[in-house]
């Protein structure tokens, strides 16, 4: 089996924007009883290709980049990730590149943007967290003043 993540995101709802929290909180204890309690199928979807196909032994940031681009698409949607579909499928499709959660069709370009780059095939591709943080509080702040616009209010 793939190695423990060992980077745990902490996303608070405050209001109406995300705040995210990144850091080490000694995952893999939290994980294992994940694996106790919702089996392996339950960790899958956050798995980047590189755990699945064996070629990294280590963990990287990268690898938990790619776990908080589907992070974001759940906060996003609100849905689990791939929730018909069986182990095998899901490890052949992420494996692949083939398969990565469907993107609703009104979504914010620069969201879409950031967890498509999140979850890339290739690691090198994937952004840093000081990257995402950044682009974060940009989208945020951007937010942030369309709301305070009177014309852009419903
Ligand atoms: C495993 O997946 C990673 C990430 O997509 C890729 O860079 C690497 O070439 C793959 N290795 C093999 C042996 O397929």
């Known amino acids: 089996m793939a190695p423990p993540l060992t980077t745990c995101f902490v996303i608070q709802l405050t ?6 929290q990144v850091g080490d909180f000694g995952l893999s204890r939290i ?10 199928r339950g960790t899958l979807p956050w798995m980047a290709p590189e755990l699945l196909n064996g070629s990294s032994s280590r963990v990287s940031e990268k690898v938990d980049v790619f776990s908080f ?15 018909n579909m069986h182990c095998g499928a899901i490890i052949g499709g992420i494996v692949s590149n083939t398969l990565r959660p469907q993107l609703p069709k009104r979504c914010d370009p620069q969201w879409k943007r950031l967890m498509e780059e999140c979850w890339s095939p290739d690691p090198a591709a994937r952004p840093s967290f000081t990257e995402i943080t950044n682009r974060l509080r940009d989208m945020s702040l951007a937010l942030q003043k369309k709301r305070h616009t009177p014309a852009a209010s419903r």
């Open 15 to 20: 209001g109406l924007l995300p705040a995210f």
């Open 31 to 40: 994980k294992r009883n994940t694996l106790v309690s919702g089996g392996v």
């Open 69 to 83: 681009g589907i992070a974001l698409w759940e906060l996003l949607t609100g849905e689990e990730p791939y929730a």
